[in-house]
């Protein structure tokens, strides 16, 4: 399995089914991650590149194609064993951060543990290692509300890699913030992407997809652009 | 987990309270009112007990002169003698015959109007009835006329007050008696009767010198005891037919007496105390199920108000059963506390029924495990459906919503 790509997906179709008849949001899209890559997302909205994350983290199944990730074909698990997949493959990074308001940051950095079966103090230990590795070691004991926009997608971050996943899947993380908190944010991706995670990234921000490594660009349901990212590739979202 | 959940109540206080409030007083109201029930329960038992067990009572019979019908023990048909022979019956255990009269009582400078029951030592047993200080008379003693007396405690209270009244001379009627002993208090009969408003003193005495009779050795009333419950319909069956012989009736003739079963009353006066006691428990029960119904609503408004949450979590690897749990925990800890709440509440409300209004209460371990137990059966029945419906909602849905 070590030498099967992270994620492969072959002839991938998704619809939505409405009174008004099903509606194809993606179309034969096939894909191909290897270990250790930095991926970026672009294109426009409605392109389909929301449903295709919801898909990559088994929050959503594919209409027809299939869909391996590290090496498990998704369409044969059942809901736990997708439960454990996104518990302990993949870590999810939201635009809106999605923190459990009510929860200290170091509650909500241990909230993944505690499905994972940790126990309390093992949770607590691992939080304060997590909280330390996005530079906010010393915040453990706040509500969400009471830091930065930044500063909770770093909480977000270290939350998404409470139990060690080997994909993180960013949908639009620096969407909420600011140019300078943004590249903080990035700067933990990249860090992370050295580290050896694979990262995939949905994004409409040019300088943000420049940190990636690859550039993939999505429009009506198809991928129209999969390679290095490069000037012109971004350029070509943008119009 | 718990932690959580304690965090989530925390978060809404007011209406976590409110919520718990439903099931506090529900499970008062069961508490209360099964202690109330059993309280009514636990006095006709006792009345029953004070009145004796396997009880009969054999009344002599009524009498038709001039086509004018009189009552039970209009003429007096029983005798000493058929008390004696009733004894002999192996269905029966004691039989105490009765001659009473009501007269006034004198001691110093108090007197007081009673009822004097001139009995034989058997009367005891068959009432069921101690002697709390000095002595019984004895069979001797009947059989001598003595001039004894046995006293009830509400007598003792009105003639001697707190006096000890053993070995002193009281006067009934104007002749004197020596007071032997005192009866144990035994309270209120079933028809609500003072039973220690009285004087025992032997039949012998009360029917030559106290009241007299034109007929010698006649009672008013024979008390026998069975000496089972299961020997009771024998006894009765005996008893009948051995008056009619002594009595020489002939064979289409009436009885000239009246054998009833006191028992029987009592039991229907228990099943009415039995009956209401449940009926208490099951009304409450209903306030019960209201206090279910307010923890699913909350519950229901809470899985909606955390719809995003729950998809975070979803997101973040938990599954179905993780958010089952969650929320049933949730739904058992409202109906927990406020069940704790409740017992307090109910255990309170009862002593209080008690001291204030003077209601009789008994608090039984049973009906407080019970409340609990239906409470914290209905916090996951009613808990069960939100939860269920929260570890149901589609994750890409529930991360969606604002």
Request: charged share 20%; net charge neutral; with cysteine.
């Amino acid at each position: 399995m070590a030498d099967a790509p992270l994620i492969r997906i072959e002839h991938l179709h998704k619809q939505y089914e409405t009174e008004a008849g099903a509606v194809p949001v993606l179309n034969d899209v096939n894909l191909v991650v290897r270990r250790s890559e930095f991926v970026a997302i672009m294109g426009p909205s409605g392109s389909g590149k929301s449903t295709f994350m919801n898909i990559l983290g088994c929050l959503d199944l594919p209409s027809s194609g299939k869909y391996f990730l590290d090496g498990e074909d998704v369409d044969t698990l059942d809901a736990d064993q997708l439960a454990r997949l996104r518990n302990k493959v993949i870590g999810f990074v939201f635009q809106g951060f999605n923190l459990l308001p009510r929860a200290t940051v170091a509650e909500n950095v241990a909230l993944p543990l505690i499905y994972a079966g940790l126990e309390r103090r093992e949770r607590a230990r691992k939080a304060e290692e997590l909280l330390a590795q996005v530079g906010l070691a010393q915040f453990g004991r706040y509500a969400p509300s009471q830091i930065s926009g930044g500063q909770q997608q770093r909480v977000a971050i270290a939350r998404a890699l409470a139990c060690d996943p080997r994909l993180i899947l960013a949908d639009e993380p620096t969407g909420n913030l600011d140019m300078k908190t943004s590249h903080e944010v990035m700067d933990v991706f990249r860090r992370l992407n050295e580290n050896g995670i694979t990262i995939v990234l949905v994004t409409h921000e040019a300088d943000i997809a420049t940190y990636a490594k690859r550039l993939v660009r999505f429009r009506d349901g198809r991928i129209t652009h999969d390679g290095a990212v490069s000037g012109t590739a971004i350029a070509g979202v943008e119009s | 987990m718990l932690a959580e959940a304690w965090r989530a109540m925390g978060a809404n206080r007011l209406r976590s309270f409110l919520t718990m409030l439903g099931m506090m007083i529900g499970v008062a109201a069961v508490i209360m009112m099964l202690a109330i029930g059993r309280g009514a329960q636990f006095v006709v038992d006792q009345s029953i007990a004070s009145m004796g067990s396997n009880l009969f009572i054999i009344l002599s019979g009524s009498a038709t002169s001039g086509g004018l019908r009189l009552g039970s023990g209009a003429i007096p048909t029983l005798t000493t003698g058929d008390a004696d022979a009733i004894a002999e019956l192996p269905s029966v255990a004691a039989v105490a015959p009765v001659a009473p009269g009501s007269a006034q009582l004198v001691a110093g400078p108090a007197n007081w109007s009673t009822q004097v029951m001139g009995t034989t030592p058997a009367y005891l047993d068959v009432r069921d009835w101690q002697v709390q200080s000095g002595y019984a008379f004895s069979n001797a003693e009947v059989r001598s006329q003595a001039r004894v007396a046995l006293l009830g405690r509400t007598v003792v209270t009105n003639l001697f007050g707190d006096e000890d009244p053993v070995g002193k001379t009281i006067r009934i009627k104007g002749s004197p008696f020596t007071v032997i002993g005192v009866l144990a208090p035994k309270g209120q009969s079933l028809d609500g009767r003072d039973q220690d408003d009285t004087v025992l003193i032997p039949v012998t005495t009360a029917q030559r010198k106290v009241f007299g009779s034109q007929f010698p050795g006649s009672v008013r009333f024979i008390m026998a005891q069975a000496v089972s419950a299961a020997a009771m319909p024998a006894a009765q069956r005996e008893m009948t037919e051995l008056l009619r012989q002594r009595h020489h009736l002939p064979e289409r003739a009436d009885n000239d007496f009246d054998v009833r079963n006191l028992t029987a009353l009592a039991d229907a006066a228990a099943q009415t105390a039995r009956v209401m006691s449940i009926m208490l428990g099951a009304i409450a029960s209903v306030s019960l199920l209201v206090g279910g119904i307010g923890i699913m609503n909350i519950m229901l408004v809470s899985v909606t108000e955390r719809t995003r949450e729950i998809g975070i979590r979803v997101a973040i690897g938990a599954r179905k059963r993780d958010i089952l749990a969650q929320f049933l925990l949730e739904a058992m800890i409202l109906s927990l506390i406020g069940c704790v709440i409740g017992v307090v509440l109910g255990i309170g409300a009862a002593v209080m029924a008690n001291l204030v209004a003077k209601i009789a209460v008994v608090i039984t371990g049973t009906a407080v495990l019970l409340a609990f137990g239906v409470a914290a059966a209905v916090g996951v029945f009613f808990g069960f459906y939100p939860a269920r419906k929260a570890a149901t909602l589609k994750p890409i849905e529930a991360l969606r919503y604002q």
